[in-house]
């Protein structure tokens, strides 16, 4: 099982808030890590984006995310918070995602309360299964980790089918399961954010997720972190910024048959292996050489 240098939980003891920018691979993940950011959170959404490019609808396997998990850990030492969806199954499926992602490196690991086949969190249609059977999967998943270190963060994404007061309803029965962290999805006005923070920002870390044009008002992390949030996530903004670029980076090869009017917007070719370290890995494999 792999561990990240700095604990998670230790770090959620500080007072200051967190701030995890999305990833989704390895490449993303260490750019991240290089622009000194603490941690780390891989979106569901965003594998759908960019391994199927497909709607996060449900459609991405444990497996998928398992991969892509393990590649990004074997690759970079903060932690990293994982999106393990509904744990793809019942109580018994949510044990094996919760060991899977485990030894796979995941510092938190994350579960939600939809139905399944569920839905990115800002999109509408979606479902949520009984209170009672999600407080089963969470005691499931606890009862399944292999270190006290590994986090379990409970999501309810009942605020839009079941309305805020039964969502809060939720959160509290969740935190009583003696989960380490608690996320209420689509928060809809600052209103709802500061009831939220009251009720549960002395007993629990909270997460506030920023999608951009999602339900949620986009704020900073330091504007959040005075509401009481205590980790904040843009988890598709990594991919929505990366797609952007792609677009304009192929609009102008298709149109110029050439990059160079685009390469003052690239890194080239030294740029991208100052980057991953290409360097480095040439000095390591010549200490084996014959």
């Known amino acids: 099982m792999k561990h990240s240098k700095t604990s998670l939980k230790d770090r959620l003891s500080q007072p200051h808030v967190l701030l995890a920018p999305g990833i989704y ?77 485990e030894r796979c490196g995941a510092s938190m690991i994350q579960l939600e309360d939809q139905t399944f086949p569920k839905r990115c969190g800002h999109l509408q249609g979606k479902g949520v299964v009984p209170k009672g059977e999600m407080v089963g999967k969470l005691k499931a998943a606890l009862d399944s980790r292999h270190s006290a270190l590994t986090c379990i963060m409970a999501r309810t994404d009942a605020l839009a089918v079941e309305g805020f007061d039964q969502a809060l309803e939720r959160a509290h029965a969740y935190l009583e399961c003696g989960v380490d962290a608690l996320f209420i999805e689509a928060i809809k006005t600052p209103e709802q954010m500061r009831i939220v923070c009251e009720q549960f920002a002395h007993k629990i870390p909270l997460l506030v997720n920023m999608v951009e044009g999602g339900q949620t008002p986009v704020k900073s992390a330091t504007e959040l972190e005075e509401i009481g949030f205590r980790i904040v996530i843009f988890p598709g903004g990594t991919a929505r910024a990366v797609t952007h670029t792609l677009q304009h980076y192929f609009e102008s090869l298709q149109a110029h048959k050439t990059t160079l009017p685009f390469q003052s917007k690239m890194l080239d070719f030294d740029g991208l292996n100052a980057v991953i370290g290409t360097q480095e890995l040439l000095d390591l494999g010549r200490r084996y050489d014959a």
């Open 25 to 101: 691979d390895a490449l993303s993940a260490l750019v991240a890590e290089q622009s000194g950011f603490e941690a780390l959170y891989l979106s569901g959404a965003s594998i759908a984006y960019t391994r199927l490019g497909r709607s996060d609808i449900g459609l991405t396997t444990a497996t998928e995310v398992a991969q892509t998990l393990s590649l990004i850990t074997e690759r970079v030492s903060v932690p990293v918070i994982v999106d393990a969806d509904t744990g793809f199954g019942n109580a018994l499926n949510t044990q094996r995602t919760i060991r899977e992602f």
